[in-house]
């Protein structure tokens, strides 16, 4: 008899003696109709090697995976505590805590699977088995260098969170690109014909929760060749520089620009170099011109300051190539509002701090500010603040297939706390 996982039987076995098969719908059937049995709810894979048969749209079917902490992380995740059932973020179930990673597998499960799907605050990883999910979260505390009191762990915040649905949307991307959805090669017999329906509903399910892990990260894009909207947002460097032509004199995004060509700098190879120079520009001109009004660059530069404060000179400089680069070109970036022909800006910033803080009127004391009043050897430090906002504020971003660096930028708000961001909770 056939399968369908949809018939409702049961078996009677007796070795060497009988068989016997008691089919429950049995008042249902009509003269005619084929009989079913059920093998039990298997996926393709059990269907194909047991029975050499699979179904079409089976609804049982998932994606497995396996994936081992390598033996580093694996190290780090034992002696910082993030293997214990209270550092388990998002609400997620931590029965995977107690298995052996090397040996379990895991499953990615399609919107409407008769298992149910993961327990998960945030709707977007419900598809994704919570080791897999923990595995990220722990890269992403490594990566960003904090430890685990210093974020929520069930709710950690949007900056965070879109830390690791961006990693887990590369990883999934790149485990996709080698399954594409649909393929040219036709079967030839009865063996290609299971075997391209087994092929088929793995890519289907792989690439049904890439996509819901895209649709979040779509969500908080700046929209693509425009302006980024007046709102928090995930912005790469063409969304960045469209602020900064729209909202600066046309003088200086042109000469940013030219800067760019004339060290030969391109997006993605050198991202993180180019937002430290913008970051640098964008607060050097603020702290310079003597309007200090209302513009959406202006709300996520203070948004900064009071994440990022200006770093004290002996925090030392990791990256001395990159340091040298930006004090030594500023100038073909930048021209200070009130010093045109500024050739040293950093210099100049140096003699601007020391002697006066911020020039003309500085803003209100309620407002949060990098720099509140004298401040010794600005110019470098502010070389050093670029450098440290994009070594933790930037995150990789997949898109068109190629990586980008990207920032979460979040316009300031009075008290200054970010708030928890609406579209991570909803479905």
Known sequence: MNHSVSAR???????????????LDG?????????????APKQNDELLLGYGFCLEDNPIEQFPLKLAFPPMLQQYAQETGLLKPENVPFGMNTDFLSKDPNTEQHFLRAKGHPFGRYENCVPFFCGIPPYIVHFFFVQTLLSLELDVHDIKVQR???RFTLHVLSLLHQALSQRSQTLPLSISQQPQNEKQIYAKIYRDGQAKIIHS???????????VRAPKGEVPP???????LPE??????AELPASEPQRFKAG????????????????????????SYWLTCEDHGESLINSWLRSLYAKCPLPALDEGIEDADTYTFVDENLSDFLALPIYEDEEDITERLDTIGATAGYYGNAPRQDWPALVRGKTENLGVRMIMWGMKVAETELMSLLEDGVVKMAMYVVPWKEGGDEEEEAWMYED
């Open 9 to 23: 039987v049961e078996w009677d076995f007796q070795p060497c003696t009988s068989f016997s098969l008691k089919l």
């Open 27 to 39: 008042g249902s059937f009509e003269h005619g109709q084929e009989l079913f049995n059920n093998y």
């Open 156 to 158: 950690p915040g949007p």
């Open 209 to 219: 929760v890439r996509n819901e892990l895209q649709v979040a990260l779509d969500r």
């Open 230 to 236: 007046e709102r928090s947002a995930l912005i790469t």
């Open 240 to 245: 960045a520089l469209m602020a900064l032509a």
């Open 260 to 283: 760019l060509e004339k060290h030969s700098l391109q997006s993605p190879g050198n991202d993180r170099l180019i937002w430290t120079l913008l970051l640098v520009c964008l607060v």
